[in-house]
Structure formats: structure tokens, C-alpha cells
């Protein structure tokens, strides 16, 4: 990184006024100055990829930056959430035993977080408390996503890009969620990574040739998406849904006449929810104008 | 004035979700109106609306006189509790409720005031300089509430904020939120999933399904006249029984058959349901647990009013019994007296009250009645 100290002067000043931080950078990617300190921009680089994974792991050990013990990568993403604040509010939510280390503002406007925490129920219930804290305070919409756990600088970048793959599993399968780690993507995962020049051929080999007539039915989706949750269990499915259980199986059987899979079977129903993740990806996708 | 107007509310995610769907209320100054419905029903999403943390797809949110929908969240004069109310662990209860107001950048000596006014409300000014550890579940809920009360808002937004808490509290803690309704003087708007916290709280309740209100009243009329299927068997527990059957006219009489048995339907239902032309048809019959008796508590109860039964399972729980049995392949439940000697396998005849039953059209599954 070259940097210009009259450059980085004027963006202090700037920085000043406006309380952000700031960088000039050329349109091949070279920084000329930049207000944000050593961690920032090394977190800040690993994350937009624009250093070798060796230099990563050279500049962490100049900052004496030692992930050996575990830490976990969240990226942030809310409406006008300065990042004090959610650096205020981790210092506060978090127990003893963990820290929220330091953080920056990525290129896509996430603010991106390193947790140590002791393990992934710890971190996803602290991350799920910091959401709660964050919208209730800044009274602004937050969704967290929370990357797998992670014990060197070099896989960084790696946390990086699972952290904003669970934000995007959000907003395209689970909109209402507020929190999602990369570690319980399951299935949404191989929706989301599925090729587009498959996906199409995939749908209607499993569901027929009208899968809209299932995907499309409220009523029927909702059943379905409840076999699964509940783990193909009528039972306590119809008691979810608040129906008999007669009532279920009626449903059930319809599924099935309309697209040739019984959910009670776990591979029909594994194949079932794949193809309605893949259906739900492309009409984000189509709605977002890709 | 903080009455609330909601006014074809949508909401549609990216992904094409509608989670909520033409949603229409009135809500009064000072009301404490509950959101009721299973998990993803769109009643937390319609509380996020109305906070701003979602934005409304179509539709007009009001605010007293003042429309909406483009206000920032943080300027509506809103406070929520949430269900996973996050308090700080490091802090005092003083600066747990303090925090916000500080990050706000409101003056020391207010914030010294509005907490202290608000733990006089709650009743935790004792507990101002203990941690959260040393607080016990219901204390730590008071905290909660305290941090939304600093904020002197217009209107209290409550999402599930019982839910983590155990059975004997969640209890004790209601009469806790409905003494501080009545002592704030606030709109509040309450979500929950459990119906009997809804009945015991609210005022008014609405009931919601697949994003769409299935139901707005009383908790008396939800349970009396409930408007459709899905209300009928929602609200109340046990569950309401459900059944199909078949109507035909004897003579003078209306009658529901099923599963081999006929019962007469009450005068003024039959009446209704000859009138609306459902004779001869199959609609759904609902009956409560607690309009099923053993024939022995109803002597003077016709004969068609009677069906027999084997008990499946007998279940006591102190002040009363729980009799499941099964009429081929549908299933009932009644609620009888304590001191009833029926036990599982006993074959007895159950007379139903017809005059409590409900009749739901089979394809609308609305109430006909």
C-alpha cells in the first residue's frame, strides 16, 4: 500500500467531519491513504482479496494477531448502523470469556466483526443476542451472518465469504431470521451453489412438470416446509400447524399426486427441499432484476 | 394521542414471501391488543412494521393523525421488547437501562431521572446497582421492560417476551405486564404464539394465519363464535373437536351423521344451515371437550343426541378428566368430572350438546352459524 502523507492528512480532516473512515484508492485497486489503522485494513484486505494469503499471514503475526484459539467472522449488515456502535454494543452483550477484537466496513457497506468465543453455541447465541441488542438500541432492521470457526490468519478471507454467504442464505431463503451460521446452511447451501444451467432440468425432474402447483400453493408449501422442520413428523407437524392429523395426510397425499413425491419418505423429501430452495433462489434472483 | 391506523398492509420479501397480506386494524389509545397465531404467521412481521425495522411493501401505517410509513424507526416513538431481550452482563441495572439513552446522547442528569422513574415504576429501584446474574428470570424481565420504558414511548411493541421464561413465571409475570399497562397508561401491542397467554391478556386479540387476520375480537367471541375452522381449533385447549359430517332431514329434524352415528343438530342451528341450503351436504361439526358429557351426568338427553365410545386413554389432572376416544378414524376428546369411574378401555355413551356445537362449510371452511 503506498500512501501520500499530505493525502492522509486532508482524509483525517475529513474523517473529523464526517466520523468514518476513509481510504483514496485508484481504479486498479492500489490505496493511496487511508484513515483506518493496521487492523482495519488488514482485515479490511483480507476481505476484498487483494493481498496473497502469505502476506495475510505475515502482516497478522506483525500485529500480533494470534487466531489460534478459534474465532469466528460476522458480517453485519443494517441501515445506518454506525460501526461504534455495534463495536459498543459487543463490548457490552458479550461474557467474560469473549471478545469482539476489531472490525471494518467492507467494500458491499457489511460491517464485518472478529468474535472470539469458545465455541459455535456460544458464538451463535452471542451473535443472536447482539442482533436483539443492535435493533432494539439503533432501532434499525440487522441481520448477522456467522462464518465457521476459523484458527489462522490464512483463512480469513475463507470466513469472510461464509459469513456473507449465510447473509445471503438470509435474505434469499429466510428474509424473517435474523441471525444464520454458515454451519447450518444444510441444504440451502447446495441451493445457493447450485449451477444455473442445471437448475431448471433439477426442478422439473423432481417435482414434474408444474412444480408452481405445490411451490405455489401456500397452504401446501407451508405443510411440507413443517414435515421437514419437524423432521417428517406427522404428529407433532399437525400440531404445528394446528390441523388434525387426518388432516396432514390429506395434504400429504396431495403433494404427492401433484408432483410424484412422498414427503414421508426422506429421500423424496430431501429432494423435495432442494429443488423448492433452488425455485425460491431464482425468483429472488428474477426479482432483484438478475 | 397514540391510537394506531393499519391500512391494507403487505408485506412482500425478495423473494416473492408475502409474509403479510392485506392487513386492516383500528387500534385505540391506551389499548393492549394481542397478536395471536403459530410460528410464521407474519404477526411479528407486522410488529416489526409498525416499529419501522421492516419496511411495508404497500398499505399506510398511521400514528395517531400522522402517516408513517417513511418515518425513521427511531423517530416514532416506539419501544419493543423482544423475546430474546439481550441484557448486558458487565453492566449495573442502572446502566443496562441507561445504555441506550447514553448512545442517544441524552443528558446525564435526564437519564438519571428516567430510570429512576421508571424502576419506581417497576419496582426495581433496589435493584439498580446489582448485576443481571444476581437477578432472578422475572427481575431480569422487569430490567427488559425498564429499557424500553426510559424511552417514555408512545407505544409499547412486545414480541413473545415471555417465551423464554418457565411455565410458573411466564404466569406470574402476566399479571406483572397488566398491572404495568394500567399503570403506564401506553398502547401496547403484545405478540404470542400461545393462545392462552393471548386469552388471558389481551382485550381484543387478533388471530393471525398465513399472514392474513382470520380474527378480530374478544377473547369471549374467539371463543364462542369463532369466525373459521382455523380460529375454532386454535383457540382453546384441548383442541376443539373436529369431525365432518353429513346432514339429513327426518321428518322435522336435522341430522348429523358420522362414522356410523346420527345426532340431531339444535333447532335454531338447523335452521340456519337448512336456510343457507346445506342439507344434504357434508360440512365440518366442531364440539369443545367441555360439551361432551357422560351419559350419567345428562339423564334426561335424547337418544339422538347420544354416541358410544370406548376410552383410549383416560387422563387425569386434578380438577378434571380427559377422556380421548375414537369414532373410526376420527378422534375426540372430552373433559368430565374428576370423580367419573370411566378408565381406559370403558365402553360407555357420550351425550353431545348440540346446542354448542359449531358448523363450518367443508370447502371455505368458514362458520356457517
Known sequence: ?290 | MAGLSLQHIFKKYDNGFEAVKDFNLEIEDKEFIIFVGPSGCGKSTTLRMIAGLEEITSGDLYIGDERVNDVEPKNRDIAMVFQSYALYPHMTVYDNMAFGLKLRKIPKDEIDKKVHEAAKILDIEHLLDRKPRALSGGQRQRVAMGRAIVRNPKIFLMDEPLSNLDAKLRVQMRIEISKLHQRLGTTIIYVTHDQTEAMTLGTRIVVMKDGVVQQVDTPQNLYNKPANLFVAGFIGSPQMNIVDVNLTKEGENLYASFAGNKVAVASDAAKVLEEKGYTGKTVTMGIRPEDIYEEKDMPDAAEDQKIPAEIRVYELLGAEVFLYFDIEKANFTARVNPDTSVRTGSKLKFVLDMKKAHFFDKETEVSIL
Open chain 1, 1 to 290: 500500500m503506498r500512501e501520500d502523507a499530505e493525502l492522509e492528512r486532508l482524509l483525517r480532516q475529513l474523517q473529523r467531519k464526517t466520523g468514518q473512515n476513509l481510504l483514496i484508492q485508484t481504479e486498479d485497486g492500489q490505496v493511496l491513504a487511508s484513515t483506518f489503522s493496521a487492523k482495519e485494513s488488514f482485515l479490511r484486505d483480507a476481505a476484498e482479496e487483494s493481498v496473497s494469503m502469505q502476506e495475510l499471514a505475515e502482516r497478522a503475526k506483525a500485529l500480533s494477531l494470534d487466531f489460534t484459539s478459534g474465532r469466528y467472522l460476522l458480517a453485519v449488515r443494517a441501515k445506518d448502523l454506525a460501526k461504534g456502535l455495534i463495536e459498543e454494543a459487543a463490548a457490552a452483550i458479550l461474557e467474560d470469556d469473549m471478545e469482539a477484537e476489531f472490525c471494518t466496513r467492507s467494500a458491499c457497506g457489511d460491517v464485518l466483526l472478529i468474535l472470539a468465543v469458545s465455541s459455535d453455541p456460544a458464538a451463535e447465541e452471542s451473535v443472536r443476542l447482539l442482533q436483539s441488542a443492535l435493533e432494539t438500541e439503533a432501532m434499525t432492521r440487522v441481520r448477522i451472518g456467522i462464518s465457521s470457526r476459523f484458527t489462522a490468519a490464512e483463512h480469513l478471507r475463507r470466513a469472510v465469504r461464509e459469513a456473507e454467504t449465510a447473509l445471503l442464505a438470509i435474505h434469499t431463503f429466510s428474509p424473517i431470521c435474523g441471525t444464520l451460521a454458515y454451519r447450518s446452511l444444510g441444504i440451502s447451501l447446495a441451493a445457493l451453489q447450485f449451477p444455473e444451467e442445471g437448475a431448471a432440468a433439477y426442478l422439473y425432474s423432481v417435482l414434474g412438470d408444474t412444480p408452481e402447483a405445490v411451490l405455489e400453493d401456500e397452504e401446501l408449501f407451508r405443510t411440507a416446509q413443517a414435515l421437514l422442520e419437524n423432521g417428517l413428523n406427522s404428529a407433532e407437524t399437525a400440531r404445528q400447524l394446528y390441523i388434525h392429523r387426518n388432516t396432514l395426510l390429506y395434504r400429504l397425499d396431495k403433494i404427492q399426486r401433484l408432483c410424484g413425491r412422498d414427503l414421508r419418505r426422506f429421500e423424496d423429501a430431501a429432494a423435495f427441499q432442494l429443488a423448492a430452495m433452488i425455485w425460491k433462489k431464482r425468483k429472488a434472483e428474477n426479482y432483484n432484476g438478475k
